[in-house]
């Protein structure tokens, strides 16, 4: 693992990374276990991408945990992981502090249950002093609700005439997001072999590096983040540009 953190070149680290954490409850029948297993299992696995990231000078890092689709689950699942939510920003506070990493969230947060909307509170408050990283959970998001709130708050400020169509720009547009204040995603990691985005910061990704990775979430360690660091790093990032403009 050392050998792999030791390849990394820090002056070229994407400020920010996201991940979608999938395949918790695949893993879990793998073993025999209810999803849930999996999920609790999954915890260790986001220690160790928030260390690890932390530890690198990673300055962002969003983790997709519940998204507005996931409400279809069986209400089992759905509450044990409300749950879990809630044991695990408790329990983790005094370590986020210890590591001077902040907490922030995005999504449609005021729906989440209230013990879980107040312990996510409860963790952005205690946190919020902290410089060192900062760890996004998106909570009840939906890309498409976050486009369509930004699209309704640019349709009102246009009606009250605070704001001139012909005025709306891609930045005008990234700072009617949840995400405002926060750089776009460089890398985006999907765990558990599937390839797709499910609804996650599609504005945001539009030019982010993408790395499937054939594990389930709770295998997930610091040596999968090291590793899709240096393929990130490996690539030619164009930006609609030819390899030989990059190099004039």
Not at 54 to 83: D, I, K
Not at 111 to 128: R, V
Not at 152 to 166: E, F, Y
Not at 193 to 202: K, M, W
Request: proline share 4%; hydrophobic share 40%.
């Amino acid at each position: 693992m050392e050998d792999l953190k030791s390849q990394i070149n820090l002056v070229k680290l994407p400020k920010h990374i996201a991940i979608i954490m999938d395949g918790n409850g695949r893993w879990a029948k793998k073993h025999g276990k209810p999803r849930v297993f999996g999920h609790r299992n999954g915890v260790q696995s986001v220690r160790e991408a928030t260390e690890a990231a932390a530890e690198l000078g990673v300055e962002y890092m969003t983790l997709y945990a519940f998204s507005t689709e996931n409400w279809g689950r069986p209400v089992a699942e759905v509450n044990a992981l409300m749950s879990l939510l809630v044991q695990t920003i408790r329990k983790e506070i005094a370590t986020m502090n210890k590591n001077n990493i902040r907490l922030q969230a995005i999504g449609d947060l005021e729906k989440l249950p209230p013990k879980s909307y107040k312990a996510l509170l409860e963790g952005i408050e205690n946190t919020k002093n902290n410089t060192r990283m900062t760890l996004v959970l998106a909570l009840n998001y939906s890309a498409k609700w976050e486009i369509i709130r930004a699209v309704k708050q640019l349709a009102k400020s246009s009606k009250d005439g605070t704001i001139n169509p012909d005025d709306i720009t891609e930045a005008t547009f990234d700072a009617s997001l949840s995400t405002k204040g926060i750089p776009h995603p460089e890398l985006l990691i999907r765990t558990s072999g599937e390839q797709r985005i499910s609804n996650f910061l599609l504005w945001q990704i539009a030019y982010a590096e993408l790395a499937f990775l054939p594990i389930y979430w709770p295998e997930f360690r610091k040596e999968h983040l090291y590793q899709a660091i240096i393929d990130y790093q490996n690539r030619e990032r164009r930006f609609g540009k030819t390899s030989d403009q990059l190099t004039e």
